[in-house]
């Protein structure tokens, strides 16, 4: 992502938010907390980090391959589980699971459209990521179409009620976070 160095930190914040959030959830689960939430909650912790590395100045510690190869597997993870529960919710406002599918395909798509022929894969860090000539635009407007409309649709229903406030304000983040990266797919 390009823009002044203060906004990218700024930027960087919420997703590794969403992923602390995450990551005090499967700390604290118990026994009755449904694999499927657990399954949610990390991937939250994987994207929010790679979004907080894809936004940030510093880059992050996986090569870009890396990270396409752990969107595509949460991916296909996620488009399984829906297509054997059959569209079964998971609970507490997560979204369900061809959500969580669409998620993984629009940063794996991220991923793939923003690497360009300059780039050092074996590099150590992921640089910032610039889209190359790989992003078809139509693309990146249908995931960034559904996307607000997810998000609009959680902050108008999770929001608002004091016991999903929190996996609500989760997804919201994500989602913007995520049309705000896809932005540049656009031409």
Do not use: K
């Amino acid at each position: 992502m390009s823009g002044p160095e203060w906004l990218r930190w700024l930027l960087t914040g919420p997703f590794l938010g969403v992923s602390a959030y995450c990551v005090v959830r499967l700390v604290r689960a118990g026994r009755d907390y449904p694999g499927c939430a657990r399954a949610v909650d990390l991937a939250h912790v994987l994207m929010g980090v790679g979004m907080a590395v894809m936004v940030s100045p510093v880059g992050g510690p996986l090569p870009h391959a890396g990270w396409e190869t752990v969107f595509l597997l949460l991916a296909v993870w996620f488009a399984g589980a829906w297509l054997l529960a059959r569209g079964t919710p998971v609970p507490d406002w997560h979204g369900s699971t061809l959500h969580h599918a669409l998620g993984a395909a629009a940063m794996f798509y991220l991923m793939v459209a923003s690497r360009n022929e300059h780039m050092d894969m074996g590099a150590a860090w992921s640089s910032n990521h610039s889209i190359g000539s790989v992003a078809v635009p139509v693309v990146g407007w249908l995931l960034a179409g559904y996307l607000l409309v997810h998000a609009g649709r959680i902050a108008w229903v999770a929001l608002p009620r004091p016991g999903t406030r929190r996996t609500g304000a989760c997804q919201v983040v994500m989602a913007l976070g995520t049309v705000a990266m896809l932005a540049p797919t656009f031409t």
